[in-house]
């Protein structure tokens, strides 16, 4: 089991044939990735890594059923997309692409959440079920299958987080990459109760940062809805006030969305929460061999 | 993006949201002359620089007469303004805004944020204008008025009734004119792709007008793209030279006051870097993420930038290839090393895609001062006591 995704999960790609889209989705291909088809405004019609083009995502939907999308679309591109996806009934959009503008994403997320279809990211790694189902940049190789569900901002700490727990001999059942913009979709919030709820995931990472307070608001989910084990790390104790530190939304604004404020919040909840991430690894086993 | 009260100004004024009339000057003459176009007989000499707190740092004074206006404009021109949100070095002020004095009944607080929670524009409001609004929200958040607007529907009446209830205002064509000026205001927040504007003070006259004394304003840097004539606000005197410089290398740098370079890729791992020397006893000398595509010459500009810093004794090159594969990034950090004279320790953790063929790489390259490590932990043991010992 896992969440989200799995090997039957059918794929199409919007941003089919761009540099970017083609060098992921040949390797989420590689992973066995049910990557079904493609959209490229234009160029309906031809083929593409094997798979069909379609001018537009209600056609790619109608013929090939496919349900989640990667976006790979250029920043000011990514709304129109995202609705794009919403109208055509796909379930799940999942968005790479770095630096759209925060009004488009407000409007295409409320529309998203409108039609009832979940998004994950911008700018994240997208999502992984292990050896199973690969949608993103992440290096697939790291994710051996296992027991721990991992949800992170920060795409390489999610490599960072999987590796220590896979070194520890555990693996991964699904890992999503949030991202760290201002308005993002899927967050800790959404996440949690789906990994509680998977019979096959034993413990929870969670890697949080500075700026805004969803770390907050999954402390209090946790305490009310969470019986697995949560291990946490937030990234930015030492970052400075009222600078961004490389994720737009990384930023300690006054006295809010310190790293220290949701590290209390969530060891009162009952997390497991480590001080530098090299000890993520470390603390999943001591929570597993309880 | 930030820009200057007089551009923030100039950007109102182009929808009809009403403030002083006022000039920006960068010469003493120059200060006189606007003074005389504006009339007065008060007006207000303005500090432009990018940070809060001018006036109590000096950098607004009042002057009564145009010799008045000469002698604060020859004072404050040229000066280093210290405020707190400047930092001790302060900030050196080579522009002013010469302003009319305006006739202030009494002063709000007024205000359009992002809400990151309900993922909306948020207009806050106070009648403790004037005050740093976080202390306000601290002591008296009873006196903060939040009023929600989903872009959906866009600025209501009834979000202007909120405010105009909200902030006890009860003259109906004071209702009015506030309500008027708050509905401008978030179109232009919208428009702009603005991402906060705040009026501090927002004042009333003794007519019933509202007028904006002060405008702030930020944008969202992923939107300039579409707004040319806000990017060309942009004054890059009042940008950090070293975050100026990486960022034209897609490198995104932040300096902080330790001793331990750091080199990174992905900002999430960059700051739990940060917090792992800190953890083990160092304190990091800046923040660097190299982004995605770490090759030789990010690497090299990275370690260049570095090294600026003369505090900096050790470098802490902590990298985890996903897709770009490590014995490539092992090539990049030793051409680096020839391109850039690198004259402190280097640490450097690699790991992820073919990291055991990068590791050899750098072991055979035979670099002086270059340390090996097998992983975050490690490398930031190694980094500390590196430093230590320099």
Redesign the interface.
Known sequence: MSILVNKDTKVIVQGFTGKEGTF?AS?CIDYGTNIVGGVTPNKGGQEHLGQPVFNTVAEAVKTTGATVSMIFVP??FVGDAVMEAAEAGIELAVIITE??????M??A??YAVKHGMKTIGPNC?GVITAEECKIG???G??FKKGNVGLI??????T??GA?QVCNEGYGITTAVGIG?D??IGLSYKQLLPMFEADPDTEAIVM?G??G??LEIQAAKLIKEQITKPVVA?I??????K??T??????IVS??AGT?KEKMEALEAAGVKVV?????IGKAVKEVLSK | MNVHEYQAKQIFAEYGVPTPKGIMVESVDAAVEAAKELGGPIWVVKAQIHAGGRGLGGGVKLAKSLEEVRELADEILGMTLVTH?TGPEGKLVQKLYIEDGADIKDEFYLSVV?D??L??PLIMASTEGGMNI?DVA?ETPEKIITVPV???IGFQAFHGRELAFGLGITDKAEQKNIITFAQKLYKLY?DK?A?MIEINPLVRTGSGEFLALDGKMGF????L??QPEIAAMRDLSEEDPDELEASKYGL?Y?A?DGEIGCM?????????T???????GGT?AN?L?VGGSANAETVAKGFEIILKNPKVKAIFVNI????VRCDRIANGIIEATKITDVNVPVIVRL???NAPEAAEILKNANIANLIVAS???DG?AKAVEAAKNA
């Open positions: 992921h390797q920043p000011a630096g759209a503008p925060v009004k488009d407000q409007a997320k409320a790694p940049i992440m290096p190789m790291i992170s901002k920060s795409g390489t700490l490599y960072e590796n760290g201002p308005i890697i940062e500075i805004g307070d790390f990234a930015g104790q030492t970052a400075p009222g600078k530190m490389g994720h737009a939304g990384a006054g006295s790293a001080v530098s991430p090299a000890d | 949100q992002l990151r929670k993922e909306m976080e601290e989903d872009p959906t919208m792709d991402e969202d840097n992923s939107a793209y579409r995104s932040v902080l990174v890729n992905g900002a999430g791992l960059a700051m739990g940060m917090d792992t020397i800190n953890y083990m990091p923040f993420d985890f290839g996903g897709i790991d992820g895609t992983d975050l932990g930031a």
